[in-house]
């Protein structure tokens, strides 16, 4: 059972370039997440979904974009990439019960460094 | 505007002590309380969840943690550290928004073990 993975572990950018950060989960969960985590502000909320064609804003979405086309798949994408976004991104999903009394399951991170 | 805070950015205790982290949280509803720990270059993993019962929760790895409405906190304690403790650790609320929910973290407490 893999549970939530993220591709690539590791990635290096120029100011300016796109890249999609990739996430699948194989837990049949609804709900997912992205997260930034940065040194001293703990996890930030970028994006999220309840189910397939269903996104929304966290707390520090701008310069992302996401889309959930499948319960399984759930990219985060850089649309041009800037040194402020430098960071450890974490995707994580659990299952929906009407109420936030799930635990998340988190993949292992992507860390992303903007030169 | 729900929060959750970790007073204690780094802690230090010796082999064989007692531990306890802090978290506070701000919610206007009955709280979904979570703590999570971290290891280096690793996801977030679960030790254990409070919603409702019984107000001390045990989890894996032999800690519990207290919920106290009173005092809008969820401590993490556990009796007797082990140098396989060290990690950070991270204290979540799952808040109910807008016909949805997302999930508040705080901003963690880095735990040293002195052998």
């Known amino acids: 059972n893999a549970g939530v993975t993220q591709t690539p572990k590791f990635q290096v950018l120029k100011t300016g370039q796109s890249m999609t950060l990739q996430c699948a989960q194989d837990m049949n969960h609804e709900y997912m997440s992205w997260y930034r985590q940065d040194p001293g502000m703990g996890l930030r909320l970028i994006h999220y979904?309840?189910?397939?064609?269903?996104?929304d804003q966290g707390e520090v979405p701008n310069g992302y974009n996401v889309s959930r086309s499948t319960t399984e798949d759930f990219p985060l994408r850089l649309l041009s990439a800037a040194p402020s976004q430098t960071s450890v991104y974490f995707c994580?999903?659990?299952?929906?019960?009407?109420?936030?009394?799930?635990?998340?399951?988190f993949g292992d991170g992507t860390r992303l460094s903007i030169l | 505007a729900q929060s959750v805070t970790q007073p204690d950015i780094h802690i230090t205790v010796s082999e064989g002590a007692s531990l306890e982290l802090r978290c506070n949280y701000s919610y206007g509803a009955t709280p979904y309380l979570f703590w999570y720990v971290q290891s280096p270059g690793q996801g977030l993993q679960l030790l254990l969840k409070y919603f409702s019962g019984d107000t001390l929760v045990q989890g894996i790895k032999g800690f519990e943690a207290e919920f106290k409405r009173s005092q809008s906190s969820f401590n993490l304690r556990k009796p007797s550290v082990h140098w396989s403790d060290a990690a950070e650790y991270f204290c979540?609320?799952?808040?109910?928004?807008?016909?949805?929910?997302?999930?508040?973290f705080g901003t963690g407490t880095r735990l040293k073990v002195l052998a």
């Open positions: 994580a999903s659990s299952y929906q019960t009407g109420a936030p009394n799930q635990p998340q399951h």
């Open positions: 979904s309840v189910g397939a064609g269903i996104t």
């Open positions: 979540a609320v799952g808040a109910t928004a807008s016909g949805t929910y997302k999930y508040i």
